[in-house]
């Protein structure tokens, strides 16, 4: 096994560098030169992914034996699957290990947003609150949320907010027999049945542009949008264009079109409340992500397949 080669393209936690190192050979794009990877490139069998970097078929491309590619994150919008597929290549990412901490997060998101907390610190921090009270904001109270993509964290999702005295509505592709919660059969009738719109769908092609302008007019003007899933899901132009004309009261955003450049006019709106893609990021959980990194390589390498592919 120690024979096996992996190539490592940017700076990742060190659970990943020091599980891979005690059983491959590893090589660190950012310290080699294009020498050095050109010389490797034909024994190079695995990359081990951090971040969302991108992984498309010109970079697969130059690793004529590359076997597999282990993503860092559930989402793996970011890699080319159909190229890898066709190169035989094997993709695999790092599901479940985060549900929890992205469905706490969307939690923080939708208390935050709905009662203004970072507006209100703000408020506090600016010594405005001798001169006069913070204004009043939503409850969460008798509010119906709207998942859009019911998968595993949109279910961990689901089972906050009920805790919290909401109820559920999602769409997705198809209805869930048994889940107990009302199935809509479009993002717009889901947008029209509930006040607080969770993204938790896929990035990628499919996906693109899902929440829309006539989506953000159904949410309506007491309507809360919530992103914890990719930028790429909602049309950017059109939510900015939504929270300035009061269309929607207010969102929290946890991922960008482009990250990270955030658009200034979020950043100017106080009704918006702004987190650096940090839905998965606490320590317990980013390691355990990068163990699933290095235990999908390590078992691949071993010949007992991956732990954890990406469907096909
Ligand atoms: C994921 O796992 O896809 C999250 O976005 C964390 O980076």
Known sequence: ????????????????????????RITKLWEADDATIEQSAADIRGIALGGHFPVDGVFMGRFPNLEIVSNFGVGYNNIDTAWAARHGIVVTNTPDVLNEEVADTALGLIISTARQLPAAERHLRAGLWTERPFPLTATL???????????????AIAKRVEAFGMAVV???????????????????????????????????????????????????PDG????????????????IDALQSKTILAAGLDVFAQEPHVPQALLDMDHVVLLPHVGSASTHTRNGMGQLVVDNLLSWAAGQGPLTPVPE
């Open 224 to 239: 809360i949008l919530i992103n914890v899933a990719r930028g790429s899901v909602v049309d950017e132009a059109a939510l």
């Open 141 to 155: 109270r008798g509010r119906t949320v709207g998942i859009l993509g019911l998968g595993r964290i949109g279910k």
């Open 170 to 220: 999602y769409h997705g592709r198809k209805p869930q027999p048994g889940v107990g919660y009302l199935y809509c059969p479009s993002v717009i009738a889901l947008a029209e049945a509930c006040d607080i719109l969770v993204v938790i769908a896929p990035g990628g092609a499919e996906t693109k542009h899902l929440v829309d302008a006539a989506v953000l007019k159904a949410l309506g």
């Open 1 to 24: 096994m120690s024979s096996f080669h992996v190539l490592i393209p940017v700076p990742v936690l060190s659970v990943v560098t020091d599980g891979l190192a005690s059983a491959c």
